[in-house]
């Protein structure tokens, strides 16, 4: 009896499929397939394309999104509102022998250390604005993982037999982890805002100036972890290096604490940082503190970070890419 | 015999060159050479088959012609396209239908065929229609707006084959393209591949294990291994050229005893080779031959456990040029019937 029912729908469909095939072979003449097309030949065309594949993956999946967001949000909540170092100073008046110290005193110069030491009235905000960097280098750093993917999943492949720009390939993955990371940023920067962030300075161009600055950081370090990653095909291998250098990057950095604690060997260091840079062009903007550096000096280190990196990253990965 | 037709057919059209290959070689680190010295060529309109063991230098030299792996030396012009100076161009005439699956699995069918599509530069207008033209040929317009991490592995295949057309392709290279597919689902590749041929007169270039495979698809056959051409030919020509049958007879006794040569004084035997305990006979006649056989072992003390004449197929021929049955190569030597078989053969074919 089964046997019977199968053969019948067997038959049934093998019809069906006949006559899908005379239709189809009845409208070939006219069909899209047998149309000629001019194509876009352009050097740089497949690029949006790429990139929108990377956005799409990461709308399509607000899980990600929102996972994403619980580390900067638990950094924010819990490291930057309990460094409160503004407490230091308690809120109340000293009383030494032969000295006594009003509140309003105390208040004052508690005003003065703190303005001095991180620019603005309170670390929450100092810090706050660091994040931003930090997230946004989080996210450059993904971009190499997901080459590694592509390269093991066949992806890469696919796209090598294709006359899809050669350079498009990792300013696809450059162009998503700036998009991405600018917007992570944009993300917190509101939570920090909820959360009491000092919104006295914030204007229009300072936003734009800050969210330049991140742009041109993520640029140059996507750039950076897609040429470490063109030729790797282990994400362990990958996943190592971006643990390796992510802390490392924002502790070296003038992201959490300034420039001016840390010992004589370790400012060289945070003064090659971009890092540092993007961090400060957020300060200046965002809270107008006075900087590390003027702000023009600050966006050419960027500027030239970027540009260096994208213009290496594309010429290496351009040139392993065809073996 | 359909394939003696389509061999006659070929044979008498003025075939026109659409892949020329000469001396392609390619060799990693500077010292293993997986494909080595490879020339042939391919003519429009045919589906040519590259038949060989795991490992033999097929994925490689489609990677070379796909322009995925540069070439170490050689050359080749695809469309009338030169493989090394021009590419962009080739790119542009080919399509490939790879052997793994290499859809994004977070995107739709839909999504990931146009991705290709943008990979061309295909304008939106022309991609959209023939995107879901593709899908229906391959029957997958109605899951084409599910992700494609819910989809079979056939609807997967599929799905490469629908990418693999986006541009128009000259010539369609297909890896493998029913590699670890389920029976309906390889006949319904095979029905897709047939009409591509057959309607649109598309070039198809694919590699395959699967010897029934290429016998039903294919105009043409090259038996690669170890990197090197074994063969070329129709698998009618192919079929033929063994020459005659042959007849495998199993004995008790190993190496010792060798009745080879009294075997080849046998009336229209062609030749013999010993293997273990295997004689390989080829004959004119197997019917005629089989009992002079068991006679001539019988005398010389060998007891034969078993006996069976082979009728020329697909099977013999790439037995008899790469020394290794093809189902030891599937059943990975474990539950062959003679495990050690393929290596001694291929040992002694290469002295």
Known sequence: MNMTESVVTGKSEEAESEKRLQSMAAKQSLSAFEQETALNQSPLHGLWALTNRELKKWYKTPVILILSLIQPVIWLGLFGKAMNFGAIFTGSSFNIPGLSIPKSVIDQIAAQVMQNTFGTSDYFSFFAAGMLSFISLFMAMQSGMSVVWDRRLGFLNKELSTPLARGAIPLGKVFSSILRGLSQAAIVLIIAILLGFDVSHI?????????AGLFLMVMGFSSLFVMLAVRSTSQDTQMMIVNLLSLPLLFAS???FP??????????IVLVNPVSYATDISRQFLLGSPGMAPLWFDFLY?????????????????????? | MPSLETAQLVKEQPRKEILNIQDLTKSFDGKTRAVDGVSFTVFEGEIFGFLGPNG??????????????????????LCGYDLIKNPAAVRRSIGVVPQESTADDDLSGLENVLLCADFYGIPRRVSQPRAWELLELVELHKDARRKISTYSGGMRRRLELASGLINRPKILFLDEPTLGLDVQTRAKVWEYIRRLKEEFHMTLFMTTHYLDEADNLCDRIAIIDHGKILKIGSPYELKESLGGDIIEVDVQEEESLDLSDALRQIKHVLDVRKNNSEYRIKTEFGEQTAPDVMDVLRLGGATVTRISIVKPSLDQVYLEYTGRSIREEHADSSTGRRPTHGRGMSMRMRR
């Open chain 1, 203 to 211: 204007t229009v161009t300072g936003l734009l100036g800050t969210f």
């Open chain 1, 254 to 256: 003038n992201s959490m």
């Open chain 1, 259 to 268: 420039v001016k604690f840390m010992p004589s060997w370790l400012q060289p």
């Open chain 1, 302 to 323: 960027l500027g030239s970070f970027a540009l260096i990196m994208v213009v290496l990253g594309t010429i290496v990965s351009r040139r392993l890419l065809s073996r």
């Open chain 2, 56 to 77: 033999a230098g097929k994925s490689t030299t489609i990677n070379m012609l796909t322009t995925i792996l540069r070439p170490t030396s050689g050359s080749a012009t």
